[in-house]
DNA sequence: ACATATACTGTATATTACACACTATCATGG
DNA sequence: CCATGATAGTGTGTAATATACAGTATATGT
């Protein structure tokens, strides 16, 4: 009886709510590149916004979680798996996109980009990195949700340690505080950097250390894991 | 020419992407009743969770923001306007409603329960306040709604100044600290709290009193606007 | 005037944030 | 081999903020 209304209902659920929209995830995928913040972004091979640079984003598929989606579309783009992604808000203006209402949801990454092989997919003309500092006009409003992401991407580098997802498995504590200059766009006095970070206890000082160049080397530390 | 393109494009558009989904919002509520926090729930009136208790929440129109949606759903539900609504996120996951893909925006709001009259609109056989502390099983995915709409709201009554909207325009010092501790779930110092507040200068003081009972009348303060 | 109930207030201590400058260690080239 | 140059590494004093904690003030009701 119940179970027949539950029947009833969604069937005719169909019928009454037309409003159907499409559903995509977009992702800023943030890394340091030069000392500086650079953030992936797509040429757009097709109408709309024809060779415009886009987020890299498709699709929602039929059975598919939101982050699930926003994970599969990162590493079709990119190659890359297992990677820190965190969904930074919906942004659904009705007319963000010129080809009807669509709906995304975006998603904040980051990665080393060392460890990629930046090649374009099917819709796009190439997937590059372009410097924060200087971008061009992006695809539609995906200005507003990089600068949301770039909001969400300050303030998690200052409370967690997402930082080490931006650079290799060893690195010296130089090269992770320029990781935070880069994303904070300011500089940081080398003794409290280094004086916070290790109160922080996320790192493990290794017995190695880096040599580059005619002066004193630097230890390597890797990230404490869980 | 380019134009044209445009045009091709976005009218293969829709043969060639299929899936499309609902997209509703929901809206966490909360208020202070009785020093405990509370959310605005409805019960039900048709499957499924047929007389389950769900978030208030509904369909995004065809030209509507997902903001606008919000307020507008949450002004049907309370009939209030004009108050804090904050977006928290996307809930997706496919089997989230048995009626079929349903993606929801999830919204935080406040409300002082004394400017609400509540009325149960057509889908709902009541609208009620519930304390927080003691819910019962909610609706689809909605206790996760529910947990993450808490998660922000203790961070954002720790770093801003929604408080107020919890509370009548005018207010006294221990008013405020009773709404803190009700969100919270903890005591708090008095005499620290009262620094700390006033220090934030978010707060102008009345030269009114506020009388109730055989003691002491309490100085009121209220919002400072922009 | 006394009981009682809540408003109101200040100080000492610990923690955290910030400003700031010199020594250590390597490679290189004269 | 030593002087230079380049980056690694380190400590202290001060200010701001957070926390712990207890007694006085002012109203009403009897």
Redesign the pocket.
């Known amino acids: 009886m119940a179970q027949n209304d539950e029947k009833i209902e969604i069937e005719s659920f169909q019928r009454r709510y037309k409003p159907q929209y499409h559903v995509t995830t977009d992702a800023a995928v943030f890394t340091i590149k030069d000392e500086a913040l650079h953030v992936l972004l797509i040429k757009r091979k097709n109408p709309p916004f024809k060779e415009s640079y886009a987020l890299p984003g498709g699709f929602v598929e039929a059975d598919e979680d939101l982050d699930r989606c926003a994970a599969r579309e990162l590493a079709e783009e990119t190659n890359v798996k297992d990677i820190y992604l965190e969904q930074i808000g919906a942004f659904g203006n009705p007319s963000r996109d010129p080809r009807g209402r669509v709906i995304t949801i975006a998603y904040l990454a980051l990665i080393d980009w060392n460890k990629v092989n930046l090649a374009a997919d099917t819709d796009a003309m190439r997937a590059e990195w372009l410097a924060v500092k200087r971008l061009p006009k992006l695809a539609f409003d995906h200005k507003d949700i990089l600068e949301s992401a770039l909001d969400t991407l300050k303030d998690k580098i200052k409370n967690t340690s997402i930082a080490f997802q931006l650079l290799p498995k060893e690195f010296?504590?130089?090269e992770l505080q320029k990781t935070h200059e880069a994303v904070l766009g300011m500089p940081i006095?080398?003794?409290?950097f280094?004086?916070?970070i290790l109160s922080e206890n996320f790192l493990v000082e290794l017995k190695k250390?880096k040599?580059v160049?005619?002066?004193?080397?630097?230890?390597l530390y890797q990230f404490k894991e869980k």
């Open positions: 010296t504590l130089t006095d080398k003794r409290n280094r004086k916070k250390t040599m160049g005619a002066h004193r080397p630097a230890k």
